[in-house]
């Protein structure tokens, strides 16, 4: 059991062409939450409900087991059914709405890609963090709109935490650290290499990056 801060760390996004059935998930995701993850996003594009609420809902009880936070990606009423926070991107439901929805003390994350105006519109919305990239090439998500990491510095202003996301591996985790990032959103590098391999891999994100706690 831990109790961390989820705003400063290694947030680990699941992927479901990484991790193709339950165990595997559930296995690789709690080999991650065991190198002792900041934050924890459910990310599945498929459209069956069924399997994304069972999927979720063991990702929450083991997010809770670890005092971690679950986020759901794209899916504010999945995350209200289990309690949980959600992250939002510029195709998906308003940042707004979520708020409501979900009730001030959720996490509501926001994609604001390379712009300052989107995370503007994001903050006044009541975002609870601003998520920014992609910085590097991504395995995962390849056609993600580029960014510059100067642009996380500039993004202080809105006093919120800055994700950095897209490519962030063990090479450049500390280049991100360095430009302002206080979240390093990561699939491929923490999921890539199967679950027996996943809580080395956020140790070793966590110690390139200098979080110590
Ligand atoms: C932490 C974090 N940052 C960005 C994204 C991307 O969200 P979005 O642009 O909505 O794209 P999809 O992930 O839904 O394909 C994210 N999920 N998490
Ligand atoms: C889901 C996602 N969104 C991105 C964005 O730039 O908005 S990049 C990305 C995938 C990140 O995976 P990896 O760590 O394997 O590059
Ligand atoms: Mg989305």
Not at 203 to 208: G, K, P, S
Request: net charge negative.
């Amino acid at each position: 059991m831990m109790d961390g801060d989820w705003r400063r760390g290694i947030y680990a996004l699941t992927d479901a062409a990484l991790l193709p059935d339950d165990d595997t998930l559930l296995a690789a995701a709690e080999g991650a939450l065991r190198g002792r993850l900041a934050l924890l996003q459910y990310r599945d594009k498929s459209s069956d409900e069924t399997h994304r609420y069972r999927q979720a809902a063991a990702l929450s009880a083991l997010c809770r087991d670890f005092a971690t936070p679950l986020i759901i990606n794209d899916d504010i009423a999945l995350a209200a059914r289990l309690g949980v926070g959600v992250h939002l991107g510029q195709q998906d439901a308003a940042v707004a709405e979520a708020r409501e929805r979900l009730g001030r003390e959720a996490i509501v994350g926001a994609t604001c890609h390379a712009r300052l105006d989107l995370a503007d519109q994001a903050c006044r919305a009541g975002a609870s963090y601003l998520a920014f990239g992609r910085f590097f090439t991504s395995q995962t998500k390849p056609e993600a709109p580029p960014a510059e990491l100067s642009l996380l510095a500039e993004a202080a202003r809105f006093g919120l935490p800055r994700v950095a996301i897209g490519g962030i591996d063990g090479e450049r985790v500390a280049q991100a650290v360095a430009a302002g990032a206080d979240l390093l959103a990561v699939v491929h590098a923490v999921f890539g290499a199967g679950p027996a391999a996943c809580e080395h891999a956020v140790h070793e994100l966590r110690r390139r990056a200098g979080f110590t706690i």
